[in-house]
Structure formats: structure tokens, C-alpha cells
């Protein structure tokens, strides 16, 4: 079964630190570029930043840049994201999704995501 | 962080067709990367419903057509269902930010 299972979230206290753990099963995140996307509570999607394969080409949206660190162990098929200097606004869902090349040339599209982990920033 | 706009809510009534518009800019829609929809149902996660403008994966019912013109994308609902009531968000790619957007999401109701 293929699938991807997001653990680490929980309650935190502004200027606290996560660290968000990706798990895959039934697939090979090692082939695939991944992201990391939040969802704050009845808002829309936000995407958070993504990992090249190989772990050498990282971007981040400019809420987090600064703040938040994406990596890889594609020996252990995970995918993290540690997350210092937490603010109230960083209260959200998070989801790891797969990125998926359809196209050759074309950006990628989220074909694969997880459950979600809940984090919460609250004094 | 730039955005996509969508309508907040549209609604029909069961076997009905609605639309959903997707309003980009220059860097990214009008730029020509792919627009991708996704449908995420009450409490649960995201579901890939469109890739690259128009192609339905796999299992992904054929009432479900996207399209693309510009700077602008659509995705459009035929034979509504009940099961098809859900949010929906559109998602390209910004090349001003070098990173992914999504769109405002959209709330379907079938009446």
C-alpha cells in the first residue's frame, strides 16, 4: 500500500521548536522531488518548501524562509522538516506530499499526500 | 506569498454543471506552467483531481474536465453529485518566487 504518514506535531509555545518526520511506505521518495504544504485551521492550502532528490536544491516559501529546514534520508525513505522560531500564524495542519513530473519540462504536481500532522503554536 | 483566485463558493443542484475559475498573472499561469486542481473532502487530506490543465488520473471520474486559457484555468463539475461536495483548490507554479502556489479554494455545495 502506498502511502506517506506525517508524525511530530503537537503543542508548542511561540519561539519554540518541531521537527516533522515523513514517512513513505509501498513507494521510493529517493525518485521524486518532495514538499511540504500546511493547511492553517479553515484556511486554504500553503505551500511550505520543497527538497530536490538528491537533497542539493531547496526552495521555501517566504513565510517560512529563515525559520524552517527542509531535508531528506532517502536511505531511510523519510522526509523532515524542522521548524525553529515558531509563531502563532505557523498553527496548521502539515501535509508531505510527493511531487510528480507528469510533463517532462513542466513543474510538478502533488500526486501523493499524507494524513497530515498537527502542530499548534499557543502561549 | 502570491495566490491564485478562486470563487469562494458555488453550488448546483444535483446533475447540475458548475465551473470554478482560477485567476493567475504573468508568473505563473500566463507564463504558461501547468495549472493542477485538487478536491479535498471533509477531514481529509488533498486529492489530486487534474494534472497539467486537462488529464484526469487514474480513477478520477470523466464529469471532472479542466482547462486552461491565458492566465486563467477553470475546472468544471458535470452531473454533480453529493459525494462531489468538497473543496476544491487549483495550484501552478510562480516563477517570481520560484515556488508553488495554490489558489484561494473553493467550497462546491450540491443543493
Known amino acids: 500500500q502506498v502511502q506517506l504518514v506525517e508524525s511530530g506535531g503537537g503543542s508548542v509555545k511561540p519561539g519554540g521548536s518541531l521537527r516533522l518526520s515523513c514517512a513513505a511506505s509501498?513507494?521510493?521518495?529517493?525518485?521524486?522531488?518532495m514538499s511540504w504544504i500546511r493547511q492553517a485551521p479553515g484556511k486554504g492550502l500553503e505551500w511550505v518548501s520543497y527538497?530536490?532528490?538528491?537533497?542539493?536544491?531547496?526552495r521555501y516559501a517566504d513565510s517560512v524562509k529563515g525559520r524552517f529546514t527542509i531535508s531528506r534520508d532517502n536511505a531511510h525513505n523519510s522526509l523532515y522538516l524542522q521548524m525553529n522560531s515558531l509563531r502563532a500564524d505557523d498553527t496548521a495542519v502539515y501535509y508531505c506530499?510527493?511531487?510528480?513530473?507528469?510533463?517532462?519540462?513542466?513543474?510538478?504536481?502533488?500526486?501523493?499526500w499524507g494524513r497530515g500532522t498537527v502542530v499548534t503554536v499557543s502561549s | 506569498q502570491s495566490v491564485l483566485t478562486q470563487p469562494p463558493s458555488v453550488s448546483g443542484a444535483p446533475g447540475q454543471r458548475v465551473t470554478i475559475s482560477c485567476t493567475g498573472s504573468?508568473?505563473?499561469?500566463?507564463?504558461?506552467?501547468?495549472v493542477h486542481w485538487y478536491q479535498q473532502l471533509p477531514g481529509t487530506a488533498p486529492k489530486l483531481l487534474i494534472y497539467?490543465?486537462?488529464s484526469r488520473p487514474s480513477g478520477v471520474p470523466d464529469r471532472f474536465s479542466g482547462f486552461k486559457s491565458g492566465a486563467s484555468a477553470s475546472l468544471a463539475i458535470t452531473g454533480l453529485q453529493a459525494e462531489d461536495e468538497a473543496d476544491y483548490y487549483c495550484?501552478?507554479?510562480?516563477?517570481?518566487?520560484?515556488?508553488?502556489?495554490f489558489g484561494t479554494g473553493t467550497k462546491v455545495t450540491v443543493l
Open positions: 509501498g513507494l521510493t521518495l529517493s525518485q521524486y522531488y
Open positions: 527538497v530536490s532528490t538528491s537533497g542539493g536544491y531547496i
Open positions: 497539467s490543465d486537462s
Open positions: 506530499a510527493r511531487g510528480r513530473q507528469f510533463i517532462s519540462g513542466q513543474k510538478r504536481a502533488f500526486d501523493i
Open positions: 495550484q501552478s507554479y510562480d516563477s517570481s518566487l520560484s515556488g508553488y502556489v
Open positions: 504573468s508568473s505563473d499561469i500566463g507564463a504558461g506552467y501547468d
